[in-house]
């Protein structure tokens, strides 16, 4: 009888164990498929704020995606594949045909992002500065300065706290002629304020957005140049 108990137990103990061991091992795998993730991911993006060349981007866009499809439950990946395709339009002296082929790779990433991430703050605020390139010419300015002050508006309400809304926000504006109540009087207070939030913000997820801080700069040195 007391060999048949402890036979039991000793079998209950290696079942205990067996279970805690698979347990183990699969907390393991995840944490490093999770690291493994991250320092992709943070290569990548270390990447695309040094290029300066839109087929860099272009290649840089493609990795984005492929980790989106493989992280699906992931939104960043797409993100910056959207992004890049939108910064790849900054270089090169593309021309309106081109900036818009590029900036439509981008919207059809966005779209993505709006049906699963509609939520972020930072997915709106992207979209805003998509917008805002699509105003190639003056015929377009009306139309996509709208759109992007409803996007930047959105983004605000999400989060306040976002440094980007104040730069777009003040970005727009800047761009708008006087006569429609733009300039860069109007569009100083919301640079200067992104400016105070962009120094103050700290980023302790080495994985979210961090643009718009170098052309806020810019953009709020003009609008002291203009005043003086």
Known sequence: MNQKINHLV???????????ITILLAVLSLTAFSSKYEET???NITKMY????SAEL?????????????EPDKWLPHYYA???FIRSTFFDEMN????HAQLDKA???VDKLMKTNSNESEVHALQALLYQLRITDMSKGAKYSMKASEAINTAEKLNANNPRVYYLRGSNTFHTPS?????AEKAKPDLEKAAKMFKNTQQNDGLMPSWGKVHNSQLLSQCNEIAN
């Open 10 to 20: 000793i079998t209950n103990k290696i079942k205990i164990m067996k279970t805690f």
């Open 41 to 43: 991911m943070k290569t």
């Open 50 to 53: 040094q290029v300066s060349g």
């Open 58 to 70: 272009q290649l840089l866009a493609n990795k984005f995606e492929r980790i989106g499809n493989a």
């Open 82 to 84: 959207a992004y890049c």
């Open 96 to 99: 309106a045909d081109a900036k």
């Open 107 to 109: 919207q059809e990433l």
């Open 179 to 183: 006569f429609f109540g733009g300039g």
